[in-house]
């Protein structure tokens, strides 16, 4: 992330794994969407702001 932040300075927008949401929450992601399937998986879209 402290690379990301450094060279980009620019919102995140990811599509992550629904089980693995904690995991991006503790970087300081937040969910935008709904679930949905993505390959028989389900997904969520995520996005983490530049503060």
Request: positive net charge; without cysteine.
């Amino acid at each position: 992330m402290k690379y990301t932040v450094n060279h980009f300075k620019n919102n995140i927008k990811i599509q992550a794994q629904q089980h693995l949401k904690a995991f991006y929450q503790a970087f300081g992601f937040k969910q935008v969407s709904t679930a949905y399937l993505d390959d028989g998986i389900w997904h969520i879209d995520m996005i983490w702001e530049q503060k």
